[in-house]
């Protein structure tokens, strides 16, 4: 083939591969034409595998213009190229474009659990009053636990069925039933006046049901001084009551019996829904039960070396789970523990 020839489809191959070039309309059709202009088999490559059998005065002449097509036809490809990147890239930004002057997607957030809530309310009650928080081990010896409260050798919770008593240790050591014995391990470390309240777990081998749990939260209160009188726990049980159910409600206590304080009594509080009227909250009754009380048996006074003829003091002690349950309406406390996402939301932003 001569130089006249070679030249010649060089100039053919030339048009030939812009056109296939331009007519490309996307990315994914860019490397078919690359193949069909630059590959093996392109009329381009056929023209060079030509040039061997030029005159090699003709050759260096066609090998110059062979690369400038080649070039060419390069050039044409990437530009090509860069179209399709630009435009996909104006695609995407249409596609994925963000109105930043839009309010974002808040993250959840949290609120303290409701007991959480309750515990701090009831707490900061009894501190306005002038007293303090005091806190105890939840395995407790049996001695803080029955003896100190004068519980009698044949009373029900000293037995295994009602106690969680631990493997081993005999009758000695247990999963504490009350947080009364943060009482008694208080008024043994320091001398009268004692004010304080006592919150903390407590653990009872009850069937867990709509108003039992196996374990629990309480809350219990001391008093001791000289001249404390029954008069000064029904005022200060009045003011906890009307600061956590309403301040227009009613209290009675009622006699009950405890083997710690003597005399005893339940604190009643007229119901908050029916107003002392009777409703399915209140049982048709008009009140509503929430905490056993009383004076502080002199048993317990010289157990811990006070003197019961100048001392007298009183007691109380709450379920905390039972009192938030009344405060919010809710009919089964096991829900405050299952970590229900939907029960919990309900309780964002309440006081």
Wanted: hydrophobic share 35%; with cysteine; glycine share 8%.
């Amino acid at each position: 083939m001569s130089g006249d020839d070679l030249r010649a489809r060089l100039d053919e191959a030339r048009t030939e591969g812009l056109a296939i070039v331009g007519a490309v309309t996307d990315m994914a059709s860019l490397e078919d034409a690359r193949i069909r202009v630059l590959g093996r088999k392109a009329s381009l490559s056929q023209v060079r595998s030509g040039l061997r059998d030029v005159p090699e005065e003709a050759r260096k002449d066609l090998g110059r213009r062979a690369n400038e097509v080649t070039a060419e036809i390069n050039r044409a490809l990437a530009a090509k190229e860069e179209t399709f990147r630009s435009e996909e890239i104006e695609r995407r930004w249409k596609r994925e474009a963000l109105d930043v002057t839009l309010p974002g997607d808040a993250p959840p957030v949290g609120t303290v659990h409701p007991l959480t809530k309750t515990i701090w309310e009831i707490v900061d009650v009894f501190v306005g009053l002038g007293y303090r928080v005091a806190e105890g081990p939840e395995i407790e010896l049996s001695s803080y636990i029955f003896d100190a409260l004068n519980m009698p050798a044949s009373h029900p919770s000293r037995s295994p069925q009602d106690t969680f008593f631990i493997r081993g240790r005999g009758d000695e050591v247990l999963l504490r039933s009350e947080t009364s014995p943060v009482q008694i391990r208080t008024m043994e470390a320091q001398d009268p006046p004692v004010y304080i309240v006592c919150p903390g777990r407590v653990y009872r081998r009850d069937t867990q049901d709509a108003t039992h749990l196996s374990g629990f939260t309480q809350i219990e209160g001391l008093a001791v001084d000289e001249g404390v009188t029954m008069s000064d726990l029904k005022g200060s049980l009045e003011h906890f009551a009307r600061a956590i159910f309403g301040r227009t409600l009613e209290i009675r206590l009622r006699p009950h019996f405890f083997p710690f304080t003597e005399p005893s009594a339940e604190l009643d509080v007229q119901c908050f829904k029916c107003k002392g009227e009777g409703c399915r909250l209140c049982k048709q009754s008009g009140w509503i039960e929430v905490l056993g009380c009383g004076m502080v048996d002199p048993h317990l006074l010289e157990w811990v070396g006070y003197d019961p003829e100048r001392y007298t003091g009183f007691a109380f002690g709450m379920g905390v789970e039972r009192i938030c349950a009344l405060a919010h309406g809710v009919s089964d406390i096991r829900m405050l523990w299952e970590n229900d996402i939907r029960f919990l939301d309900q309780f964002k932003g309440s006081p």
